[in-house]
């Protein structure tokens, strides 16, 4: 099955500096990756997805690139805040399962923290 | 939007009962629900596949007979966590797939503490 590894786990950057953290997978299969950021005791919530028809994809002071040869998936958070602090998971999926759905999994998460 | 709900929130328990978690998608149809279990620190770990009118898949190492899920209908999916013991204490989440799309919606998640 499909394994996500996901780099670093904990990152702390200055206010205002940028934020990457990078995943690789190992199904070539996988083609939808969506990112995920989760404050402590709340639901996950999606803040970007790409899938395997794009390099990259932006959304404000969030961007996502994708490397399908090298099977690695990174997110860039420029002018960060303090309120971009949370968990951050990187998924991967290879699509629709036999019978409908969408099966993710998920990297280890990285605990990103925004200093003043 | 696409509103997925959960209940209970929290919920404490003896060991050896029983306990049922419920995730509704409020505003679209799901034939596709999803139940991870989370423990502290760690990442999601998919616990089985749920699909209207069918039985769940489960993933590897998870027990089909202590984790009961039933999927009715296309807004509701159930798991019940049965002879619960302390180990099984988590942070249950569920997701539901708006049909159509690759988008996993998710609840807010379940606390549960066995004691």
């Known amino acids: 099955g499909e394994n996500v590894e996901q780099h670093p786990s904990t990152l702390s950057v200055q206010e205002g500096d940028s934020a990457v953290i990078k995943c690789t997978y190992s199904d070539s299969a996988s083609n939808y990756f969506p990112w995920y950021k989760q404050e402590l005791g709340k639901r996950p919530q999606l803040i970007i997805d790409i899938r395997s028809n794009v390099g990259e994809k932006k959304d404000q002071r969030i961007a996502v690139t994708l490397n399908k040869t090298a099977k690695h998936f990174s997110l860039h958070i420029t002018e960060t805040q303090p309120e971009d602090s949370a968990v951050y998971f990187c998924?991967?999926?290879?699509?629709?399962?036999?019978?409908?759905?969408?099966?993710?999994?998920f990297g280890t998460g990285t605990q990103l923290k925004v200093e003043l | 939007g696409a509103v997925v709900s959960q209940h209970p929130s929290r919920v404490i328990c003896k060991s050896g009962t029983s306990v049922k978690i419920e995730c509704r998608s409020l505003d679209f149809q799901a034939t596709t629900m999803f139940w991870y279990r989370q423990f502290p620190k760690q990442s999601l770990m998919l616990m089985a596949t749920s699909n209207e009118g069918s039985k769940a898949t489960y993933e590897q190492g998870v027990e089909k007979d202590k984790f009961l899920i039933n999927h009715a209908s296309l807004t509701l999916s159930t798991l019940t966590v049965t002879s619960a013991h302390p180990e099984d204490s988590s942070f249950y989440i569920c997701?539901?797939?708006?049909?159509?799309?690759?988008?996993?919606?998710f609840g807010p998640g379940t606390r549960l503490t066995v004691l």
């Open positions: 998924a991967a999926s290879s699509g629709r399962l036999t019978g409908g759905g969408n099966k993710l999994t």
């Open positions: 997701s539901a797939e708006k049909d159509g799309s690759n988008e996993q919606f």
